[in-house]
């Protein structure tokens, strides 16, 4: 029975090689994966039990200048104050079912001076933004607002002509006159309700996402790379055992033919050689 030294070989090592990277690359991704459902289901129970709170001061949750907690995202609290119209910051890039659009937001002037960031929702528009002038009027006067706390973006925040890619108080704040909580609102509500409202925003869909099934999906890749490796591996063995001959014993083989023929073929000249001096005998 031939053993399993061919898997010494340069070529068997070079592919085992691969299959560890492949298979470690597989699992890693995997458990990725499943980290990542793990925060999202974190995420989503935070989420779940702030939206289901009653709406909290502005003051006993926000703070100027302080980031926004990620346990305190998508709290509901309520402010009231007057809109600043003159500083408000348009968002581009919003888009919603494939329309282009912006958001608006406009700071909401509290009773202590502080302003705080509103969201106040959605209306379709060339991405580049819309003129002053185009932009649906808040209420005026004292307005009390309800909405959702949520975190600064981190990316696009510069804000250039009151205009900006993605909202932070931390880049807003140093266009007002005033101080600003930290993070800004998602409206929700208003009182007294405008003329013309904007869109709502959407609120975050609460479901874990594909991350489960990607995870499986890795470890299955994983798993089917080295099954192959022993597949391959079994059958190579498998051909060495059988009946017919390899490659190698094949050379081997014919060597043996060629050796016989040559050895045959100086054994008959060694004879007619021994017969011709025979014949010179008997005739002498």
């Known amino acids: 029975m031939r ?3 061919f898997l010494l070989s340069r070529r068997w090592l070079g592919f085992l090689l691969v299959v560890v990277l492949l298979a470690y690359a597989c699992w890693w ?18 989420i779940r039990t702030n939206e289901a709170r009653d709406p909290a001061p502005v003051g006993d949750v926000l703070a100027p200048g302080r980031a926004v907690g990620p346990d305190q995202e998508w709290r509901l609290v309520k402010a009231t104050g007057t809109y600043d119209t003159a500083d408000t910051v348009v968002v581009r890039y919003r888009t919603r079912d494939g329309d282009s659009g912006i958001d608006v937001v406009v700071p909401l002037v509290t009773g202590d001076g502080t302003a705080l960031l509103v969201d106040r929702g959605w209306m379709a528009s060339q991405n580049q933004g819309a003129a002053a002038s185009d932009l649906p009027a808040p209420p005026t006067g004292r307005v009390t607002v309800t909405g959702w706390v949520r975190v600064n973006a981190t990316d696009g ?17 140093p266009t ?7 993070g800004f609102i998602d409206l929700k509500a208003e009182d007294p309700a405008p003329a013309t409202a904007l869109l709502p925003v959407e609120l975050p869909e609460l479901d874990n996402g594909p991350h489960f099934f990607y995870g499986l999906q890795w470890w299955f890749f994983g798993v089917l790379a080295v099954f ?13 055992q059988r009946d017919e001959p390899t490659v190698r014993e094949e050379v081997l083989e014919e060597r043996k033919r ?20 025979a014949k010179e005998r008997t005739g002498r």
């Open 3 to 5: 053993s399993w030294r």
């Open 29 to 46: 991704l995997g458990t990725w994966q499943f980290h990542r459902l793990a925060e999202r289901k974190q995420s989503n129970a935070v």
């Open 157 to 173: 925040t510069d804000v250039t002509d009151h205009s900006t890619r993605a909202i932070s108080s931390a880049a807003i704040a």
């Open 176 to 182: 007002l006159e005033h101080p600003v909580y930290g």
């Open 228 to 240: 192959g490796f022993l597949y391959l591996m079994y059958d190579e063995w498998r051909a060495a």
């Open 258 to 277: 060629k050796r016989a023929a040559k050895s045959a073929h100086k054994q008959a000249v060694r004879a007619a050689y021994e017969r011709e001096r």
